[in-house]
């Protein structure tokens, strides 16, 4: 090779590495550019959703049509800007960016235009299914049973699910009484129902298209990935012996109580009897008072009677305050802390909680009751969790619904009868291990009969959202996973036109609200007991009581801080090192002795376990 040839081999290198060169620094240009807009986003993003979080928080039932309209037109501008953020994220060519987070911000900030981005068709159109499902339940449009049966019984207004209906699940005995509300409540729904929730299925999928993203991309966008529905299966399986005993008990009970044909010793538990079971978990005359009487258990109204609701959120921070966390701000106390309005008011109530910026507002419920209160324990840890994480840019902010587990977690520490006696609520009630057994296999039923439901309502909404299940199709669908995974059949032959989902379903249906329930309910069990074991492994753990742990407390904050500023698995790994997914194995620990009581009590009174496929026929 001559001096001319290695000449002219430099050079072509030189120029080669002047290229590189050249090439990565118009990359870190487009990185640099990347990150200024992300910081001017986050900026905008929080200007945005605090002003759309006081509108809302702000607004009444009460107000007039001007006010009303007024407060759209605000929220619709506010929601064109919001969506011009998810346009913006979504130009960059993640390609060309090599920094991982920088990525992921540009992948969240894509995503918080939501459903905003089917413009008018949201407010004119979805906004009005959304409501229209949630006022399922609220609707006075039920001819009473007395008038049904009784011709002679005249002038008995209209009654709804909720209270009305729901009230008489929590004290009838009679079968036919809850059979009939069970029908009719579904027959008046059935097409109304079919056509909101039609409706704001193609929402999200035609928002998801827009947004160049599947279905299930973009529904679970919250945990940047639906793999979560496959550790939703393996729980099922974990979950399932279990189960499997609790559902003999109960089917066994059930025949006992009612003693009528229409209930199998081996089949599936007719859905009338089932939801009533839910509905007496805490009320008297349910299916397992033979065993466990109601009248065994303290009053737990009776130890909140006479406070107020400030009271209750009073002794709910308490609980925090032990842990290390500070007080709540007077700014929050005085100016983003209210009751629900009065038409909200009611015994189902629900709080609202603004928690998508660091400024948080709620609006509680003014109940007082015992459920009210180990509620404001949930709602608080939302409040502390928006607060921990302030310093975090917006794409980072959520925090994969972990608050909702924490708020799992506390609850049980502060429902346990050490935390009460040792709040001096309790001072002068005494446990036995009946009296424990009794709370025991309450909560046991509370947990274990609704996670199933959770899970089927979650299979049945996928199933819709990729297009594998047309409308006609979804009443089919509903009985046969109900049949497979909780041992549930309709009360009676179900035709073609019957839409038989519950009115729970239907809530926040646009928010994956049932996946959501789900993983809350069994990672809140794993958090608990991972802040038991900070408290050199109370046992029994059912009685485990980690308040004023300055070492849970220091975790909860670490953890919080992050919001999903790393992906959900290394957020995990801050509470749970030894195993940061989500299963079952902390819930079974948990009822381990229910577990051990049921099976004794079908082995010796030969109960079958298991179910067999339905008689009814289902078009």
């Known amino acids: 090779m001559d001096s001319k040839e290695r000449h002219g081999i430099i050079v072509i290198k030189i120029l080669i590495l002047a290229f590189i060169c050249k090439l990565s620094l118009a990359i870190t240009f487009y990185e640099l550019n990347a990150i200024a807009f992300c910081e001017q986003a986050s900026k905008r993003y929080y200007s945005l959703f605090d002003n759309l979080s006081a509108e809302t928080y702000a607004t009444t039932n009460e107000e007039d049509f001007a006010t009303l309209y007024n407060r759209v037109a605000t929220v619709k501008g506010i929601s064109r800007d919001i969506l011009q953020i998810s346009r913006e994220a979504k130009e960059f060519n993640k390609t060309l960016i090599q920094d991982a987070d920088l990525r992921r911000a540009l992948d969240r900030l894509s995503y918080v235009g939501g459903l905003f981005v089917l413009g008018d068709e949201y407010f004119e159109s979805v906004l009005i299914s959304m409501n229209a499902l949630k006022s399922l339940s609220t609707d006075k449009d039920i001819k009473p049973y007395q008038a049904e049966v009784d011709a002679n019984v005249q002038n008995i207004a209209p009654i709804a699910y909720y209270p009305d209906i729901q009230k008489i699940y929590e004290s009838s005995s009679d079968a036919k009484e809850l059979q009939y509300y069970w029908m009719m409540w579904r027959e008046k729904n059935a097409i109304w129902a079919a056509v909101n929730l039609q409706n704001i299925i193609d929402a999200i999928r035609n928002a998801a298209k827009l947004m160049d993203r599947t279905p299930l991309d973009f529904y679970y966008n919250a945990y940047e990935s639906p793999e979560i529905l496959v550790q939703m299966d393996q729980i099922m399986l974990e979950l399932k012996p279990a189960y499997l005993q609790l559902h003999a008990y109960i089917r066994h009970e059930l025949a006992s109580k009612y003693n009528h044909e229409e209930l199998r010793d081996t089949g599936p538990i007719p859905d009338h009897l089932f939801q009533q079971v839910l509905a007496q978990t805490w009320k008297e005359n349910s299916v397992i008072e033979e065993h466990f009487s109601f009248r065994d258990l303290p009053s737990y109204d009776r130890l909140v009677e006479g406070l107020s609701s400030q009271k209750l959120i009073f002794h709910a921070q308490g609980f925090y305050r032990s842990l ?98 040792t709040l001096g609520l309790a001072r002068d009630l005494k446990y036995s291990e009946e009296t424990l057994r009794n709370r025991h296999i309450r909560m046991a039923i509370h947990t274990f009969l609704n996670i199933p439901l959770f899970y089927v309502h ?62 809350s309910e069994i990672l809140g069990y794993q958090l608990y007991e991972a802040f038991c074991q900070l408290t050199n492994g109370q046992t029994p753990l059912h009685n485990c009581n980690f308040y004023g742990n300055s070492k849970v407390g220091n975790a909860l904050r670490s953890m919080m801080s992050l919001g999903s500023s790393k992906p959900y698995h290394e957020i995990l790994n801050e509470i749970l090192p030894h195993n940061p997914s989500i299963n079952a194995h902390s819930l079974l620990v948990y009822y381990q002795p229910i577990i051990d009581w049921l099976k004794n009590f079908n082995s010796k009174n030969k109960v079958h376990i298991g179910w067999n496929d339905t008689k009814r026929k289902i078009m």
């Open 324 to 421: 290390g966390f500070a007080d709540l701000k007077e700014d929050f106390t005085q100016n983003r802390l209210k009751e629900v309005g009065a038409a909200e008011a009611s015994a189902d109530c629900r709080a609202n909680i603004f928690d998508m910026t660091p400024n948080v507002r709620m609006q509680y419920c003014p109940n007082i009751d015992f459920r009210n209160f180990m509620q404001m324990h949930s709602h608080l840890g939302r409040i502390h969790y928006a607060v921990e994480k302030h310093k975090l840019p917006s794409y980072f902010f959520q925090a994969y619904g972990l608050e909702y587990a924490v708020g799992e977690a506390v609850t049980l520490a502060a429902s346990t009868p050490k935390h009460l006696q």
């Open 458 to 519: 979650t299979k049945v909404i996928n199933e819709m959202l990729q297009g594998n299940v047309k409308l006609d199709g979804v009443n089919r669908l509903y009985w046969k996973l109900m049949q497979e995974y909780v041992g549930v059949e309709p009360p009676m032959d179900r035709g073609e036109s019957c839409l038989d989902l519950p009115y729970k379903f239907y809530l926040d249906l646009e928010t994956n609200h049932q996946t959501l329930k789900f993983v």
